[in-house]
């Protein structure tokens, strides 16, 4: 890897299709147990990939069952019995090991940001925070990202609310983390709206289900993981 420097910048890491491809099988059927076990209602099949892709967990549920007819206030009275029986449901689903799901190069990317002089490395995924965990210590790489850091799925269910989520958590003396320091990386346009909606750098990476052209309103964009480093220096952060 080269010598860039990230200058003591947050760096939030989407999960499905940026860190790990393939994982989510288990995690949309402990979701999709969830709708049905709370909610007693038969939900017909899961959104298409593209669809679901950058939403939240909460949302993704919320669009399911509004489609089966649930009123909106139920909807909000039962999100977190919802949030609870995913996250009790994937553990009992998650695969031993995922470590097979990570995207090729992206553990030389993660020991080379967290060697970065003052960079912080955390998480900012629509997942339930358990359910992110989970997954990514069973991929083996969990321990890059630290607890009580990063924002989840489980702490809005709206993404565009999730940067100033993490930044705050972030910061320093009641301060939020500066936002000309922060960048979010993801692989959908959704990850690109959410970093706009807070004003931090947004880096893309074609590693999902979306190319480059979907993915051009990015400060940066990357064909593969490996091309991460370079995208992030030209940010000059």
Known sequence: MSSYSLRGALVLFDIDGTLLAGAGEA????????????????????????????RTDGEIARLMLLEAGVSAERIDDRAG???????????????????????????????????????????????????????????????????????????????????????????????????????VIGDTPRDIMCARADDVHAVAVATGPFGIEALSDADAVARAAHELPAALESLGV
């Open 81 to 183: 019995q919802v949030r609870d029986a995913c996250a009790r449901e994937y553990a009992r689903l998650c695969p031993g090991d995922l470590s097979d799901k990570v995207v090729p190069g992206i553990p030389n990317v993660l020991a080379w940001v967290s060697r970065r002089s003052g960079a912080n490395l955390a998480l900012l995924t629509g997942n339930f925070e358990p359910v992110a965990r989970l997954k990514l210590a069973r991929a083996g790489i969990g321990h890059y990202f630290p607890s009580r850091q990063g924002a989840f799925g489980s702490d809005s269910e709206d993404r565009t609310t999730l940067p100033a989520i993490a930044r705050r958590r972030a910061g320093a003396r009641g301060r939020p983390y500066p936002r000309e320091q922060t960048i």
């Open 27 to 54: 995690h949309m059927t402990a979701l999709y147990t969830a709708i049905n076990r709370v909610h007693g209602v038969h939900i017909a099949g899961l959104p298409p990939v593209t669809a679901r892709a950058g």
